[in-house]
């Protein structure tokens, strides 16, 4: 029986979502349940690709990230696939009818990454588009179930959350992706150093990308808003303590939320938004 397998499958995105994001995934548990699924698929197939091209370093990565990609659109082209991971995701992407071109886009982010060590203003922003503001979009296909009206008007505010959220992933792993990996996402970074009013320049983009992620948050369906809102919250407290840190530090450290924070976080959030809404 089809469904038993599809099932497992699930069950392998939601452990792989677990195992790899306790962020997103009490962010998934905030959603309506039928919304848990096909987001915990996204997210598989997701952190699949991006583990292939930073960690499997004994490996080779561009046949692996090749066979990978090939394998997904086989998935996608005739809906099932033996890895489950990739058949949880197709199963999302047929019923959904999620654009192909969004993962096309995202796969091609990736893997640049394979390749690409330094970045122009211009690759920075095309890597940002393919490797977070289109999974958002992937997510808003679910949210919308099939509304092409509410996609569209929430599409361009659902970008700017990505955007966000891409940016201090940058900033958070600065230290891990300069001195580990040896790649320099912002372009302006000379010789490795960041300085105080580079640092000051990406958080007033972030400041703006947030409050327009935001004002998309709000006009979401009722059952995606507040688990969306979760993440924004996690992103939020991140972001500030990042800002409050001198650049030499985010160069040798990585910052991060701690998961007894992330669960206090919840819990006033959740108080907060029962009494005065988003």
Same mark, same amino acid.
């Given at each position: 029986m089809k469904q038993l397998f599809d099932d497992v499958s699930q069950q392998c995105s939601k452990l792989t979502t677990k195992a790899y994001s306790t962020s997103f995934s009490l962010g998934i548990n905030c959603l309506g349940r039928q919304f848990h699924a096909p987001i915990?698929?996204?997210y598989g197939f997701v952190r699949f690709a991006?583990?292939?091209v930073d960690t499997f370093?004994?490996?080779?990565?561009q046949e692996l990230f090749t066979e990978f #990609?090939?394998?997904?659109?086989?998935?996608?082209?005739?809906?099932i696939s033996l890895n489950p991971i990739l058949n949880s995701f197709q199963e999302?992407?047929?019923k959904y009818k999620i654009d192909h071109?969004?993962?096309a886009c995202f796969l091609q982010s990736m893997e640049t990454d394979l390749s690409q060590e330094t970045h122009t203003e211009d690759s920075y922003n095309t890597y940002i588009l393919g490797s977070a503001e289109v999974v958002g979009l992937m997510c808003l296909y679910v949210f919308t179930d099939n509304n092409k009206h509410q996609y569209e008007s929430l599409k361009p505010l659902a970008m700017k959350l990505g955007a966000a959220f891409q940016k201090i992933n940058f900033l958070r792993d600065l230290k891990d992706d300069t001195h580990t990996l040896g790649r320099q996402y912002f372009p302006q970074l000379q010789q490795q150093i960041l300085t105080q009013e580079l640092k000051q #320049?990406?958080?007033n983009e972030i400041a703006q990308d947030f409050n327009d992620g935001l004002a998309g948050i709000k006009l979401l369906p009722t059952d995606a808003k507040f688990g969306v809102y979760i993440a924004y919250t996690y992103y939020l407290q991140l972001f500030k303590k990042i800002k409050a840190l001198p650049p030499h530090q985010i160069l040798n450290t990585r910052v991060r939320?701690?998961?007894a924070h992330k669960i206090a976080l919840l819990a006033t959030t959740y108080l907060r938004v029962k009494t005065i809404g988003i």
């Open positions: 915990y698929s996204i991006d583990e292939i370093h004994a490996y080779n990565k #990609k090939r394998d997904t659109y086989l998935a996608i082209e005739r809906n999302v992407v047929n071109e969004l993962i #320049k990406i958080e939320v701690s998961n």
